[in-house]
């Protein structure tokens, strides 16, 4: 992932509250890119909520997971 998308070893990191604290959610960002990372810690499925002024202004691509 890192070599396919620069800013994962080049953005910023901001960390981001999700709302479940079996979840930890942070943005690298950079001027023009940003990829948004959700790591579930728990077994269990969990759900969360982003406010939208915490994402990235840049449109989200999924990477991994379900797409659920």
Do not use: I
């Amino acid at each position: 992932v890192r070599h396919a998308t620069p800013v994962v070893g080049l953005g910023e990191t901001r960390l981001l509250d999700p709302g479940a604290a079996a979840v930890l959610a942070h943005a690298l960002v950079s001027d023009d890119d940003a990829f948004l990372a959700l790591h579930n810690l728990s077994a269990e499925p969990q759900s969360v909520r982003l406010a939208p002024s915490a994402l990235p202004a840049q449109p989200l691509t999924e990477v991994f997971g379900d797409g659920a």
